[in-house]
């Protein structure tokens, strides 16, 4: 079975939990985003902040090095500024890149999805 790294907005941060666990019940490697909903990183003070979202970002960037596959958690087509990036850092390592839907506002990110999945199961099914 591959590993997979999910990218996604915390605004889903339910929906990725379930699809996250759907895979690992299959037994799957599963690399999730860190999803902080804790506000209070707003309050540090500025290098600390800096700091913060630099192992944040770094963190990620990691897991999408160490995973086979890319899974972008976009539901109603929506990816944002972090994922934007982590797309692209999946483009530039050659991952292959799923996505749960289309891109709805940007069509240059559409060409680096490999391929349009819908559920944990059909990921799995990829992934043999």
Same mark, same amino acid.
């Given at each position: 079975?591959?590993?997979?790294?999910?990218?996604?907005?915390?605004? @889903?941060?339910?929906?990725?939990?379930? %699809?996250?666990?759907?895979?690992?019940?299959?037994?799957?490697?599963? @690399?999730?985003?860190?999803?902080?909903?804790?506000?209070q990183?707003?309050?540090?003070?500025?290098?600390?902040?800096?700091?913060? %979202?630099?192992?944040?970002?770094?963190?990620?960037?990691?897991?999408?090095?160490?995973?086979?596959?890319? @899974?972008?958690?976009?539901?109603?087509?929506?990816?944002?500024?972090?994922?934007?990036?982590?797309?692209?850092?999946?483009?530039v390592?050659?991952?292959? *890149? %799923?996505?749960?839907?289309?891109?709805?506002?940007?069509?240059?990110?559409?060409?680096?999805?490999?391929? *349009?999945?819908?559920?944990?199961?059909?990921?799995?099914?990829?992934?043999?």
């Open positions: 079975m591959k590993s997979v790294v999910i990218c996604g907005s915390r605004k @889903f941060k339910k929906e990725i939990v379930e %699809f996250e666990k759907a895979l690992r019940k299959k037994g799957v490697l599963v @690399f999730p985003p860190i999803l902080n909903t804790n506000r990183i707003d309050t540090l003070p500025s290098d600390l902040k800096r700091y913060a %979202f630099i192992g944040l970002t770094l963190h990620h960037l990691e897991y999408i090095k160490k995973a086979e596959i890319v @899974f972008i958690y976009n539901k109603g087509g929506y990816i944002g500024n972090s994922t934007t990036m982590e797309l692209g850092a999946a483009t390592l050659g991952k292959p *890149i %799923f996505a749960l839907e289309e891109d709805n506002e940007e069509p240059c990110r559409n060409v680096l999805i490999d391929e *349009i999945v819908k559920s944990p199961t059909q990921l799995i099914n990829k992934l043999k």
